[in-house]
């Protein structure tokens, strides 16, 4: 699996997550930014996601909606704080169900010897907001995304040798 790591420690207002992936680099970043992949990870199986916009530039909103089955959506946007690369990638990001909670993300992607090493870091506005993220599930819906990235990593590598 993609060796997963999810660290909040007491009294911070963060959340570092890291993992690898037997991927190179650009399959990885492709899979943050392009519309199309992110819809086939991103998040619990459960759910289905549609992008809304994604505008991925300096300045650029996105928004996310993911549907149940009973039809409910949960809705999540932000903005783009500088143009996203591999090396660095910088957003805000809400929860529609929590407006006004506003945290800062940071995605940074490396390559060595052929895999990818993604590390994320989520900074909320006060650790109170920080540990109601990571008590809603957060952990497990970043290991079951990040499985299901995994995955189509896998097939876009396929893909790529078959070309």
Avoid: C
Avoid at 104 to 133: F, K, T
Avoid at 139 to 151: D, I
């Amino acid at each position: 699996m993609a060796n997963t790591q999810i660290t909040a420690e007491p009294g911070e207002q963060g959340v570092i997550m890291t993992a690898d992936f037997d991927a190179p680099r650009d399959l990885v970043f492709r899979a943050y930014i392009e519309p199309e992949l992110i819809v086939q990870w991103l998040g619990p199986r459960r759910l289905t996601m549609t992008v809304e916009h994604q505008e991925a530039r300096d300045g650029g909103r996105w928004r996310f909606v993911n549907h149940d089955a009973d039809g409910t959506q949960y809705g999540f946007h932000g903005v783009f704080h500088g143009d996203p690369s591999p090396e660095l990638t910088i957003r805000t990001f809400e929860f529609e169900g929590a407006p006004g909670h506003v945290s800062l993300e940071e995605l940074r992607i490396e390559e060595r010897d052929g895999r990818s090493y993604v590390s994320a870091l989520a900074v909320y506005q006060s650790v109170e907001a920080r540990d109601a993220m990571v008590q809603s599930g957060m952990e497990g819906g970043v290991r079951e995304g990040w499985e299901r990235l995994e995955e189509l990593l896998e097939q876009l590598k396929a893909e790529r040798r078959a070309a």
